[in-house]
């Protein structure tokens, strides 16, 4: 079931910035969470927040440089990236679903976006 929209990707170099939207995320009780899938990789977690509260989560590889961000009453969350690297580049998805398991489980997570391409040029 796709009723999530990423926006927002593009081409960047190196060391740039970048902010992703995801519409039409969230809800109470729910969390939401970005994931990236590079050519032939996993589709890897990159970051989560809980709906109601607003705790984050980070991959290791990300942490410190980007950032996840909701806006509650218009149900966007948001991805700041700060000083990216080349090995950022990959297609990035949204996703949310119910507060149960492991936050990098793609398949605890009911919805899903088409994915917007993030690409970082060395």
């Known amino acids: 079931q796709v009723r999530l929209a990423e926006s927002g990707g593009k081409l960047v170099q190196a060391g740039g910035s970048l902010r992703l939207s995801c519409a039409g995320s969230g809800r109470t009780n729910w969390r939401v969470a970005w994931f990236r899938q590079g050519p032939a990789k996993e589709r890897d977690f990159v970051a989560g927040?809980?709906?109601?509260?607003?705790?984050?989560y980070y991959a290791d590889s990300v942490q410190g440089r980007f950032t996840i961000s909701r806006d509650h009453a218009n149900r966007i969350t948001y991805l700041q990236m700060n000083n990216l690297k080349p090995e950022d580049t990959a297609i990035y998805y949204c996703?949310?679903?119910?507060?149960?398991?492991?936050?990098?489980?793609?398949?605890?997570?009911?919805?899903w976006g088409q994915g917007t391409q993030v690409t970082v040029s060395s």
């Open positions: 927040i809980t709906w109601n509260v607003g705790t984050t």
């Open positions: 996703a949310d679903g119910p507060m149960r398991g492991s936050y990098t489980e793609p398949s605890l997570y009911n919805s």
